[in-house]
């Protein structure tokens, strides 16, 4: 991988806090706007990072301001940094425009982890797409047959 290819991700952190490190931390799944308007639009976020409208970088810094900085003013695409460059420039401008109605949050979860009282962090949560259920309700047994064969192949 050269020094600017990137990977595509698969959600975003929606607070600025340290992930939890404990072993076996189970995560609750959320519906975003069961947990309020930031973070439904950090769902839309995410959506609209799959349909390639906004940079990875730039979709993080805007939902790290959808989720904490509320008291803001989004249509001003006033976005909290410490700093200036074109991946900043990108969430204003995208932040300034976004416009979630008519959006669709229920393929999308906030995995929700536990407060860690032992190490002294707090939850760490991330926006997430989960799979449709009546698609793995349609993936599940291809799965399955495709193990079998293995298994068979393995028998014989």
Same mark, same amino acid.
């Given at each position: 991988m050269g020094v600017y290819d990137y990977e595509a991700i698969s959600g975003?952190?929606?607070?600025?806090?340290?992930?939890?490190?404990?072993n076996g931390v189970v995560y609750e799944l959320?519906?975003?706007?069961?947990?309020?308007?930031?973070?439904?639009?950090?769902?839309?976020?995410?959506?609209?990072?799959?349909?390639g409208n906004i940079s990875a970088q730039a979709g993080q810094?805007?939902?790290?301001?959808?989720?904490?900085?509320?008291?803001?003013?989004? /249509? /001003?695409g006033l976005l909290y940094a410490t700093f200036s460059n074109s991946y900043v420039t990108e969430a204003n401008n995208f932040l300034s425009s976004m416009d979630t109605i008519g959006f669709d949050d229920s393929g999308y979860r906030i995995a929700h982890s536990p407060v860690d009282s032992?190490?002294?962090?707090?939850?760490?949560?991330?926006?997430?797409?989960?799979?449709?259920?009546?698609?793995?309700l349609l993936l599940g047994p291809a799965f399955l047959f495709l193990g079998m064969l293995g298994r068979r192949r393995k028998k014989v």
């Open positions: 975003f952190c929606v607070e600025n806090a340290y992930a939890t490190s404990a959320l519906d975003p706007s069961d947990m309020g308007t930031g973070y439904l639009e950090a769902a839309y976020i995410l959506y609209q990072y799959e349909l810094l805007a939902v790290w301001e959808v989720a904490m900085d509320t008291g803001d003013d989004l /249509t /001003t032992q190490a002294g962090v707090d939850p760490q949560d991330y926006v997430i797409h989960v799979p449709d259920a009546s698609i793995m």
